[in-house]
């Protein structure tokens, strides 16, 4: 099996989660583009999505998925969405789509934060993949030097602005040892949006996709 078809397979496994009636949270990237597109098989179950970023809510429009605006919904009752890693805990490195603002305010509105991956994204340490940071422009050197006191190695994502208008700093040779408190840490900085940890809210469920089928973690 392909990474994409294991990607399409938890996508599809996903469509449990989505509650009758109900306003949910749809992430970015190609793992939820693929639960879009299943979505779209019981748009009519739904009363609308809000989106995490501005292609998803172009691809949600196409499908014609009713888009949202997050101010005008009390609550959500899941949010779907992809990850570039999760360890055991749940505790997921995001942002490779460069979403990762909208993502972490989308996941924290919602009941239950589902996270859909292939099984190459589960691994026992975080850090491996890039860890993405959106950074106000001014900060950016500032930050980058913060991250090198860190024993990170920032890497500038150059040619891209965030929906946000903002950029990101794609920081390799970290090992995350302690996810949260790497995160409250980042978090304190001026100038930092958002850390691409999503740790103190980690995923509630994680459908992985595998040779086997889909395996289920929470
Ligand atoms: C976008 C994200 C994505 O969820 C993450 O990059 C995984 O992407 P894909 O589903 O394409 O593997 O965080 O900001």
């Known amino acids: 099996m392909t990474q994409d078809e294991m990607k399409k397979m938890v996508a599809e496994a996903a469509l449990d989660y989505v509650e009758a009636g109900t306003v949910i949270g749809i992430g970015t990237g190609s793992t939820a583009n693929h639960f879009i597109d299943s979505l779209a098989t019981i748009k009519h179950k739904i009363d609308g999505a809000v989106a995490s970023s501005n292609a998803s809510a172009k691809r949600l429009k196409d499908h014609g998925i009713p888009v949202l605006d997050l101010n005008s919904v009390s609550e959500l009752s899941v949010y779907v969405d992809g990850a570039d890693e999760s360890n055991h805990y749940l505790h997921l490195i995001k942002g ?123």
């Open 96 to 218: 490779g789509g460069g979403a990762l603002t909208r993502e972490k305010i989308v996941a924290a509105c919602s009941h239950k934060f589902v996270c859909i991956a292939d099984g190459s994204k589960l691994v026992d340490v975080l850090g491996k993949f890039p860890l993405p940071i959106e950074v106000i422009p001014m900060a950016r050197s500032m930050i980058a030097r913060e991250l090198v006191k860190r024993g990170g190695q920032p890497v500038y994502r150059e040619g891209f602005t965030t929906d946000n208008g903002n950029v990101i700093l794609d920081v390799h040779n970290l090992e995350i040892m302690e996810p949260v408190k790497l995160e409250q840490e980042l978090n304190n900085l001026p100038g930092i949006v958002t850390v691409g940890l999503f740790a103190i809210r980690p995923a509630d469920v994680l459908l992985l996709g595998t040779e086997d089928g889909v395996r289920t973690l929470t």
